[in-house]
């Protein structure tokens, strides 16, 4: 399975969705393939933000060798589901759909409409956003195992 994390600049929250996802999917022993993208262009062909590889390393992690890279409309072919963090990347990447079965790959990483704030202006907030990435991932992975598997 293909999976595409999103947010806004992808140098803060979708590489380490990417990561975590990576990591306890290896975990699980599922053959899956995960991927980040943004829906902004400031960073493209960067790294990570350091806060973001210095929080995933800190729970052993590396997303060090990732690469920024813009979302485009050929993800919704090369992927299963697109997990993106917050309200205005859903609107986004739903905006870029070209039919039904596009839009049916997108949804919010959490669940019950949470999403996972943007922690850029705020170094406190790369800890706190790991947890929510991590459950969040836990999550569709629990539901995966219980219901598509
Ligand atoms: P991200 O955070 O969407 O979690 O990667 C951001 C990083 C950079 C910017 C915005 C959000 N930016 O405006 O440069």
Redesign the pocket.
């Known amino acids: 399975m293909k999976i595409l994390m999103v947010?806004?600049?992808?140098?803060?929250?979708?590489?380490l969705a990417e990561g975590i996802m990576q990591h306890l999917a290896d975990e699980q022993g599922l053959n899956w393939e995960i991927d980040s993208a943004?829906t902004?262009d400031?960073?493209i062909g960067q790294g990570p933000?350091r806060r973001s590889v210095c929080t995933a390393r800190e729970h052993g992690i590396d997303i060090s060798k990732q690469v920024c890279r813009l979302f485009r409309v050929s993800d919704f072919d090369t992927f299963d589901h697109i997990l993106v963090?917050d309200k205005n990347n859903l609107s986004n990447v739903l905006a870029m759909a070209r039919n039904d079965e596009d839009v049916k790959k997108v949804r919010l990483l959490l669940t019950d409409n949470k999403i996972v704030p943007?922690?850029?202006h705020d170094d406190a907030q790369f800890e706190p956003v790991y947890k929510l990435i991590e459950d969040g991932c836990r999550e569709f992975i629990k539901n995966y195992l219980n219901h598509d598997s």
């Open positions: 947010c806004l600049g992808n140098i803060c929250r979708s590489p943004g902004g400031w960073h933000d963090m943007d922690p850029y």
